[in-house]
């Protein structure tokens, strides 16, 4: 069985920080991207973030570029969502979830999912 289980949500203000992290075990390893997508309430989930394991390329959504960062220990079972800058519009549920092949940024093609950690800015 593998699993994925995030941490570090929290409620800040805006201009704060947050850095999410994301423990995989398991299957997880079989895995070759990682990624971070969110969901406001009564909005659809969105990609935000995606990192191969096996190395470094990274893709990010338009909306968090220059503010997000996202990376792995060297182990590749850990991932990470260092935000800066933060602004109320990025409140919303953070997951973290894994996937074969190439990375993107589309939630359908995700394979196995975390739980999910709550993210609040306030203004």
């Known amino acids: 069985q593998g699993q994925l289980v995030e941490s570090g949500g929290g409620s800040v203000q805006a201009g704060g920080s947050l850095r999410l992290s994301c423990a995989g075990s398991?299957?997880?390893?079989?895995?070759?991207?990682m990624g971070w997508f969110r969901q406001a309430p009564g909005k659809e989930r969105e990609g935000v973030a995606a990192?191969?394991?096996?190395?470094?390329?990274?893709y990010y959504a338009d909306s968090v570029k220059g503010r997000f960062t996202v990376s792995h220990d060297n182990r590749g079972n850990t991932l990470y969502l260092q935000m800066n800058s933060l602004k109320p519009e990025d409140t919303a549920m953070y997951y973290c979830?894994?996937?074969?092949?190439?990375?993107?940024?589309?939630?359908?093609?995700?394979?196995?999912w975390g739980q999910g950690t709550q993210v609040t800015v306030s203004s």
């Open positions: 979830a894994v996937k074969l092949g190439g990375c993107n940024l589309l939630p359908y093609a995700y394979n196995y």
């Open positions: 990192i191969y394991i096996g190395g470094s390329s990274t």
């Open positions: 398991g299957f997880i390893y079989s895995y070759d991207c």
